[in-house]
Structure formats: C-alpha cells, structure tokens
C-alpha cells in the first residue's frame, strides 16, 4: 500500500508560482513512477506531468512546457511540481499518483496506469 499526501495549493495571482509537494510513504519511493494530474470543475481529470522512478526523465502535457517541472527527491519520498508563469486555465485540484509497474513512455500520461492517488490540492490563479 502507498499513501500520497500533497501539499502547497493556494490561491495566486496570474503569472505567479506554486510549487506543490506530495509526500509518499508505504513502499520504496524509488521503485515507482509519479505523475501530477489536475481536474478542473466539470472536466475531466488530465495529466500534467510524470517523472520515471529515477528521476531521469520527465513527460509533460503540451500547455504546460515551459511553465511547470516535476521533479523527485527519492532520498525525501517526495515529488515536486514547480507551477511558474501560472494563469487563470491552470485552475484545478491537482493529484498526485504512484504508478507501480504495467507503465510505458507511451502510456505514463494515461491515469489508468496508477495505482495510487493523493486525496489532491486546490490551486486557484486570479486573473
């Protein structure tokens, strides 16, 4: 079993910054995938971001290039999702989730490959 808690929601003003935390605890950090999904009212919940178990490589959706970078300190059982440059359209509750096995580059974006979630933060950007 694996328990994800994430952290460092608020509300911000457009352009500004957050940088969410989730904190694992359970099973080896190190032995699994992480990934940051966001679902906004009345939608679908969508990935964001993913880092592989050490960290070397990282996935991220389209319209957040360049603005957010996930990153993972397994020394720390935490992964980072650092939100710069941030708008009105990145309003959501973000999760984070722990992918186990059965994951491929391909397929690391798709939220039935994780096994476990975190209960999610809201993150509120004012225009």
């Known amino acids: 079993q694996v328990q994800l808690v994430e952290s460092g929601g608020g509300l911000v003003q457009a352009g500004g910054s957050l940088r969410l935390s989730c904190a694992a605890s359970?099973?080896?950090?190190?032995?699994?995938?992480m990934g940051w999904f966001r679902q906004a009212p009345e939608k679908e919940r969508e990935f964001v971001a993913a880092?592989?178990?050490?960290?070397?490589?990282?996935y991220s959706t389209d319209s957040v290039k360049g603005r957010f970078t996930i990153s993972r300190d397994n020394a720390k059982n935490t992964v980072y999702l650092q939100m710069n440059s941030l708008r009105p359209e990145d309003t959501a509750v973000y999760y984070c989730?722990?992918?186990?096995?059965?994951?491929?580059?391909?397929?690391?974006?798709?939220?039935?490959?994780?096994?476990?979630w975190g209960q999610g933060t809201q993150v509120t950007v004012s225009s």
């Open positions: 989730a722990a992918a186990l096995s059965g994951f491929t580059i391909a397929t690391i974006s798709k939220k039935d490959v994780y096994d476990y």
């Open positions: 359970g099973r080896t950090f190190s032995t699994y995938a």
């Open positions: 880092i592989m178990r050490s960290g070397g490589n990282t």
